[in-house]
């Protein structure tokens, strides 16, 4: 312990005091606020959150009052809430009440103790009074006084009161107070101190108790404690906030915005979205930790399953399971599988045994019967993958749907409680990333709107076909009808609509009251649009123009917000997602996409797109609402964008601003050498060279006619240098303008400057004089390889390190012929260099000049866009939609937009309009006529393939080297290559068709696995192209080696002509 002094040993008794009185107020503090929360809970107790019906909502503003709906069912789901929250166990349960509540007394009971040792201290640490040290009355007399302190001195002295450890600081303070009043000098301290010893001292403690400092030791370790604790808390919350690093800011999994980018492309529907949601990882999380008792769970989901397809049934198709509910009293109740159609009302049946599993045909027993005697087993579930959790998700959305809750098990609505609070942040972060992902714009408005479609049917439970009506309360079905339904616009504006609805549903007093109670506060919105550039008076090409949309809710006042939806289905409160989808009708795309989470009655947002180009604009505002079927509104802005060029957008400089030096200019004049000067004007900065050349030579003393002969020389030799000099410049920077405008295409003011400059030369001139290159289509049946440079003999190995790419059976290509390049080759200008290609007969087709063809034709080679629009003015035949397609097709943007405008200023807009009407048709018309080769598929060698809508082919193969092809899509054939799709066959198996009788079988693949593993390999950066070689073997039903051919490059850019991506601004 040491040895204490005085000082120290008093310092120490009153840090020992002390620590209770800062412990008790430390205690005191926490245990109030504590106590009054706790309480408050527990007296008055809330639904969680996520379940409670009488929340404002994040984005309600403050202050506002927040309508709800007053239906029946919506007050059953508040009340049924409000009831589960009220019972003691869920009291206790909710936030840890229970154990609060445990830890609550547990403290209070250490204050108690606290409060109890702080009585025993000394009274030292209050106000001190000698007379009630001394327990004497004021006024005593000397002898009284004396004969206490020495009674109380006798009773408290350390010697006698050895067993109080307290006794050294009570007789100190008895001396202290019989100084007080018997000594003058003490007496005149404690009357104008309080305290016989004078002023008091400051003395500095921390308030913790001896026994915690009462050694070295202990004192190192409250110090490791203290600094552990100060960079601990810290640190816990920084890994606390950190804790998950696979999720992103919107709450989503790494992992399931990775699944939706694979799943979520441009031929997604709105059948395919639920079960892309139960793909999830959210979503497969929410069945909970196992064990599970596999085999009660399928007998669940088998009844589910036969509940579902009693309400839809699966289309009767050859393959499909089928129950026979009439018919013989043999075979009345069995299965079977549909087989080939026997007549126009019966089909062949392959009937299972009844006492076995049938382990081949040879076990089944055919026979016909008619399509009235048998019933689908399986019900319409529409799911994009095979793999059996994200099946049996994907069910229990579905029977949310279509409203089979009391059919579902309760294990089911359990998980399905859960999937409902998760697919909020699902569905919004499906939208996202089909509203911001690449490609064909148009397509990803139709994929933005089949989402949007689904999230709308899953917060009502309805089907994906089901009428709008059936959001309404107490409207179950509508019954057959001769006079048409009204829609729901109509009845949530109109009241004497929704008066006749009533009449004609026959709805009771109380349920018409729900339903105008749900038209009441139903959603109707307004949308106001202007358009603006900030600071500037005019809209140009490249201006990033502000939209401003204003979003009114016409059925709410001014100072109420929107409370959550009518959504009786689900468990949780959802408030209203207004989508926000920006379209150009002009080029019918998309343009961006926002959405809007406010509740207010009117709700600004600002949307900050760029001018993509010049010209008349005409934009439609979509607001699209996650919540309700047929409530959304529509508004459309138009606009004049004028030309970079013809707006002035110089920044004004003040003119004491112009001549200001930059650091860097004061930096590089320093670093300059000084030139010896034998005058004072050579100093004068602002003096040219030239003028202070002839300062000096005015002024020489010899006056020699000589030196005035040189200095006019050396004038005039510096003026002519600088003129040679800006006209170099103004040259070079002519040149860089014309060149310029030819790649952006304003082709007729680079003409008209050029001929200008040059006389009266002709653009139709210059064109029969240029060489364009030629059109070749590569034939034969091998991929024709694209090499560095030509050669005339070359072994295996000198070829391999030539090659650098590969052109597939018939792509096109622009090369050039002749012009002292090497007979049988053709030269390529790719971006990254030059290529060269070996042509011969068997090889190659040879179409003609580039200006001789279809623009279909043309947009499919590595043409610059000078090019086009050179071909546009030149060409007299009219435009075909083959070729507005193949423009559509284009992937950058603003080539798109250039060749667009281009053909639309060629044919006009009429005749262009009518174009794209087709084209819009032509792409329908192909999509079903692809649709048994559309999706995703494999093949024995482990091959995995992809076909869109738009007839694109992309594959992988077992080595990870990518193959992609284009399939030719005609009334008659649906081809690849040499190979031709056979659409007779009725197996869910494809096969293609070569006409030496040889067929290559593809097997549906729906798994996740596969998909992101074609996924993986497309997206990567290193590309691996290589072509398939031809099947080496048949097989009845098994696949085989593809025949396709890829053109790609070393590097994994497109060599050449391989569709419009190949469509570049310049010319290598």
């Given at each position: 312990?040491?040895v204490?002094t005085?000082?120290?040993e008093?310092?120490r008794l009153?840090?020992a005091?002390?620590f209770f009185?800062f412990?008790g107020?430390?205690l005191?503090v926490?245990?109030?606020?504590?106590?009054?929360i706790?309480f408050?809970?527990?007296?008055w107790?809330?639904?969680k959150?996520?379940?409670?019906?009488?929340?404002?909502?994040?984005?309600?503003?403050?202050?506002?009052?927040v309508?709800?709906?007053?239906?029946?069912?919506?007050?059953?789901?508040?009340?049924?809430s409000?009831k589960a929250?009220?019972?003691?166990?869920?009291?206790?349960?909710?936030?840890?009440?229970g154990l609060?509540?445990?830890?609550?007394?547990?403290?209070w009971?250490?204050?108690?103790?606290?409060?109890y040792?702080i009585?025993l201290?000394?009274?030292?640490?209050?106000h001190?009074d000698?007379?009630?040290?001394?327990?004497?009355?004021?006024?005593?007399e000397?002898?009284?006084?004396?004969?206490?302190?020495r009674?109380?001195?006798?009773?408290?002295?350390?010697d006698?009161?050895?067993?109080?450890?307290?006794?050294p600081a009570i007789f100190?303070?008895i001396?202290?107070a019989?100084a007080?009043l018997t000594?003058?000098?003490?007496?005149q301290n404690?009357?104008k101190?309080?305290?016989?010893?004078g002023?008091?001292?400051?003395?500095?403690?921390?308030a913790?108790h001896?026994?915690?400092?009462g050694?070295?030791?202990?004192?190192?370790?409250?110090?490791v404690?203290?600094?552990s604790?100060?960079f601990?808390v810290p640190?816990s919350?920084?890994?606390?906030?950190?804790?998950?690093?696979q999720r992103?800011?919107?709450?989503?999994?790494?992992?399931?915005?990775?699944?939706?980018?694979v799943?979520?492309d441009?031929?997604?529907t709105?059948?395919?979205?639920p079960?892309?949601?139960?793909a999830a990882?959210?979503?497969q999380?929410?069945r909970g930790p196992?064990?599970?008792?596999?085999?009660r769970?399928?007998a669940?989901?088998?009844k589910?399953?036969?509940?579902m397809?009693?309400?839809?049934?699966e289309?009767?198709m050859p393959?499909?399971l089928?129950?026979?509910?009439?018919?013989?009293?043999?075979?009345?109740?069995?299965?079977g599988?549909?087989r080939?159609?026997?007549?126009?009302?019966?089909?062949?049946v392959?009937?299972?045994?009844?006492?076995?599993?049938?382990?081949?045909?040879?076990?089944c027993?055919?026979?016909?019967f008619p399509?009235a005697?048998?019933w689908?087993?399986?019900?319409?579930?529409?799911?994009?993958?095979?793999?059996?959790p994200?099946?049996?998700?994907?069910?229990?959305?579905?029977?949310h749907m279509w409203?089979?809750?009391?059919?579902?098990?309760?294990?089911?609505?359990?998980?399905?409680?859960?999937?409902?609070?998760?697919?909020?942040?699902?569905?919004?972060?499906?939208?996202?990333?089909?509203?911001h992902?690449?490609?064909?714009?148009?397509?990803?408005?139709?994929a933005?709107l089949?989402v949007?479609?689904?999230?709308k049917?899953l917060?009502?439970?309805?089907d994906?076909?089901?009428?709008p009506?059936?959001?309404?309360?107490?409207v179950?079905?509508l019954?057959?009808?001769?006079?048409?339904?009204?829609?729901i616009?109509?009845v949530?504006s109109d009241?004497?609509?929704?008066?006749e609805?009533?009449?004609r549903?026959?709805l009771?007093p109380?349920?018409?009251?729900?339903?105008q109670a749900?038209c009441?506060?139903a959603p109707?919105v307004e949308?106001?649009?202007?358009?603006e550039?900030?600071?500037?008076e005019?809209?140009?090409?490249?201006d990033?123009?502000?939209?401003t949309?204003?979003?009114d809710?016409?059925h709410?006042?001014?100072?109420?917000?929107?409370?959550p939806?009518?959504?009786?289905f689900?468990?949780?409160?959802k408030?209203?997602e207004?989508?926000?989808?920006?379209m150009?009708?002009?080029?019918?795309?998309m343009?961006?996409?926002?959405?809007?989470?406010?509740?207010?009655?009117?709700?600004?947002?600002?949307?900050?797109?760029?001018?993509?180009?010049?010209?008349?604009?005409?934009?439609?505002?979509?607001?699209?609402c996650?919540?309700y079927?047929?409530?959304d509104a529509?508004?459309t802005?138009?606009?004049?964008?004028l030309?970079?060029?013809a707006?002035?957008?110089?920044i004004?400089?003040?003119p004491?601003?112009a001549?200001?030096?930059?650091?860097?200019?004061?930096?590089?004049e320093?670093?300059?050498p000084e030139e010896?000067s034998?005058?004072?004007?050579?100093?004068?900065?602002a003096k040219p060279k030239?003028?202070a050349?002839?300062?000096?030579?005015?002024?020489?003393?010899?006056?020699?006619?000589?030196?005035d002969?040189?200095?006019?020389?050396t004038d005039?030799?510096?003026?002519?240098?600088?003129e040679?000099?800006?006209?170099k410049?103004?040259d070079k920077?002519?040149?860089?303008?014309?060149?310029?405008?030819?790649e952006?295409g304003?082709?007729?003011?680079?003409?008209e400057e050029?001929e200008?400059?040059d006389g009266?030369?002709s653009?139709?001139?210059?064109?029969?004089?240029?060489?364009?290159?030629?059109i070749?289509?590569?034939?034969?049946?091998?991929?024709c390889?694209?090499y560095?440079?030509?050669f005339?003999?070359?072994t295996?190995e000198e070829?391999?390190?030539l090659?650098?790419?590969?052109?597939s059976?018939?792509?096109?290509?622009?090369?050039y012929?002749?012009?002292?390049?090497?007979?049988?080759?053709v030269?390529?200008?790719?971006?990254d260099?030059?290529?060269?290609?070996?042509?011969?007969?068997?090889?190659?087709?040879?179409l003609g000049?580039?200006?001789?063809?279809?623009l279909?034709?043309v947009v499919?080679t590595?043409?610059p866009?000078?090019?086009?629009?050179?071909?546009?003015?030149?060409r007299?035949?009219?435009?075909?939609?083959d070729?507005?397609?193949?423009?559509?097709g284009?992937?950058?943007?603003s080539?798109r937009?250039?060749?667009?405008e281009?053909a639309?200023?060629?044919?006009?807009?009429?005749?262009f309009?009518?174009l794209?009407?087709?084209?819009?048709?032509k792409?329908a018309?192909?999509?079903r006529?692809?649709?048994k080769?559309?999706g995703h598929f494999q093949?024995?060698?482990?091959?995995?393939?992809?076909?869109?809508?738009?007839?694109r082919l992309?594959?992988?193969?077992?080595?990870?080297?990518r193959?992609?092809?284009?399939?030719?899509?005609?009334?008659?054939?649906?081809?690849?290559?040499?190979?031709?799709?056979?659409?007779?066959?009725?197996?869910?198996?494809?096969?293609?068709?070569?006409?030496?009788?040889?067929q290559w079988?593809?097997?549906q693949d729906?798994?996740m696995?596969?998909?992101?593993?074609?996924?993986?390999?497309?997206?990567s950066v290193?590309?691996?192209?290589?072509p398939?070689?031809?099947?080496?073997?048949e097989?009845?039903c098994g696949p085989?080696?593809?025949?396709?051919?890829?053109?790609?490059?070393?590097?994994?850019?497109?060599?050449?002509a391989?569709g419009?991506r190949?469509?570049?601004a310049?010319?290598?």
């Open positions: 312990m040491g204490w005085r000082e120290e008093e310092l009153y840090d005091d002390a009185y412990a107020t430390l005191l926490i245990l109030l606020p504590w106590t009054y706790l408050h809970r527990l007296a107790p809330r639904p959150a996520e379940v409670d019906f009488d929340v404002r909502g994040k984005t309600a503003p403050r202050g506002s009052k309508v709800r709906f007053k239906t029946e069912a919506m007050e059953a789901r508040r009340q049924e409000l929250a009220r019972a003691w166990p869920v009291r206790l349960r909710a936030g840890y009440n609060q509540l445990l830890g609550l007394l547990a403290l009971g250490v204050f108690a103790a606290t409060v040792r009585t201290a000394p009274e030292e640490l209050g001190f000698p007379y009630d040290i001394l327990g004497i009355e004021r006024g005593s000397l002898p009284q006084i004396k004969r206490a302190y009674q109380k001195s006798l009773q408290h002295h350390p006698k009161d050895r067993e109080n450890p307290l006794a100190q303070q001396t202290k019989y007080a000594e003058e000098g003490a007496r404690y009357e101190y309080g305290n016989p010893d002023p008091n001292q400051m003395k500095v403690g921390i913790l001896p026994a915690i400092l050694s070295k030791t202990r004192q190192l370790s409250f110090v404690v203290f600094f604790i100060l601990a640190m919350l920084v890994l606390c906030c950190l804790r998950n690093p992103t800011p919107t709450g989503v999994s790494s992992q399931t915005i990775r699944i939706f980018n799943a979520l441009v031929d997604v709105a059948e395919d979205c079960g892309i949601m139960a990882d959210e979503a999380g929410c196992g064990p599970h008792n596999e085999e769970e399928g669940e989901l088998k589910l399953i036969e509940a397809a009693q309400v839809k049934p289309p009767m393959g499909g089928v129950t026979i509910r009439n018919g013989p009293p043999e075979f009345r109740g069995r299965r599988v549909l080939q159609r026997a007549s126009q009302t019966s089909v062949m392959e009937v299972f045994p009844v006492d076995k599993i049938p382990k081949g045909p040879e076990d027993e055919m026979k016909e399509f005697d048998l689908s087993v399986e019900p319409r579930l529409v799911c994009p993958f095979s793999d059996a994200i099946r049996r998700v994907t069910a229990i959305l579905w029977a409203r089979l809750h009391h059919q579902m098990p309760a294990s089911y609505v359990a998980e399905l409680e859960q999937l409902l609070g998760v697919s909020e942040r699902l569905g919004r972060a499906m939208v996202s990333i089909c509203a992902g690449k490609g064909d714009r148009t397509l990803h408005f139709e933005v089949g949007l479609h689904f999230r049917h917060v009502q439970a309805l994906l076909e089901a009428c009506l059936q959001q309404l309360p107490h179950a079905r019954p057959a009808s001769k006079t048409p339904w009204p829609s616009r109509e949530v009241p004497d609509k929704a008066t609805l009533a009449e549903l026959k009771s109380e349920q018409r009251l729900d339903m749900f009441r506060h109707r949308l106001s649009l202007s358009v550039v900030y600071d500037e005019e809209i140009a090409e490249g990033v123009l502000t939209l949309v204003q979003l809710r016409t709410l006042a001014e100072d109420e917000a929107a409370g939806v009518h959504a009786p689900l468990r949780s409160p408030f209203e207004w989508w926000l989808i920006v150009d009708d002009r080029s019918r795309r343009v961006t996409a926002e959405v809007i989470l406010n509740t207010a009655k009117l709700v600004t947002t600002k949307l900050r797109i760029q001018v993509p180009r010049h010209g008349d604009f005409r934009w439609s505002v979509h607001a699209i996650d919540s079927v047929g409530l529509r508004s802005v138009t606009f004049c964008a030309k970079s060029e707006v002035d957008r110089e004004f400089v003040h004491e601003d001549n200001i030096k930059t650091l860097f200019e004061e930096i590089m320093g670093l300059q010896d034998e005058s004072e004007e050579d100093v004068q900065p030239v003028a050349a002839a300062v000096r030579a005015d002024e020489a003393d010899d006056g020699s006619d000589s030196s002969d040189e200095a006019e020389k005039e030799q510096k003026k002519k240098q600088a040679e000099k800006a006209t410049k103004n920077n002519k040149k860089d303008e014309k060149h310029e405008k030819e952006d304003d082709e007729e003011e680079a003409n050029k200008d400059d009266s030369e653009t139709s001139s210059e064109d029969s004089t240029t060489d364009w290159g030629t070749f289509r590569i034939t034969g049946n091998t991929a390889w694209i560095r440079r030509p005339e003999e070359a295996d070829k391999l390190e090659k650098r790419g590969q052109f059976v018939g792509t096109l290509i622009r090369a012929v002749g012009g002292g390049r090497p007979e049988g080759w030269e390529l200008h790719l971006s260099g030059s290529g060269w290609v070996q042509m011969t007969e068997d090889r190659a087709e040879e000049p580039l200006m001789e063809q279809e279909c034709w499919q590595a043409t866009v000078s090019m086009v629009n050179r071909w546009m003015r030149n007299t035949k009219p435009l075909t939609v070729d507005i397609e193949a423009v559509r284009i992937d950058n943007d080539v937009w250039k060749v667009e281009a639309r200023k060629k044919i006009g807009n009429e005749a309009e009518k794209m009407d087709q084209a819009f048709a792409h018309w192909r999509r006529r692809l649709r080769a559309m093949t024995q060698n482990g091959c995995i393939w992809h076909v869109s809508s738009g007839a992309r594959g992988v193969a077992a080595d990870g080297s193959i992609s092809d284009k399939l030719v899509v005609t009334d008659e054939v649906v081809q690849i290559g040499p190979w031709t799709l056979d659409e007779e066959r009725p197996c869910s198996c494809i096969h293609w068709m070569q006409k030496e009788e040889k079988v593809w097997q729906k798994s696995e596969s998909r992101l593993k074609l996924a993986a390999a497309i997206r290193m590309w691996a192209w290589r398939f070689q031809t099947p080496s073997r097989r009845a085989s080696r593809s025949p396709v051919s890829a053109a790609h490059d070393s590097s994994g850019r497109r060599a050449g391989v419009p190949a469509l570049v310049d010319d290598g």
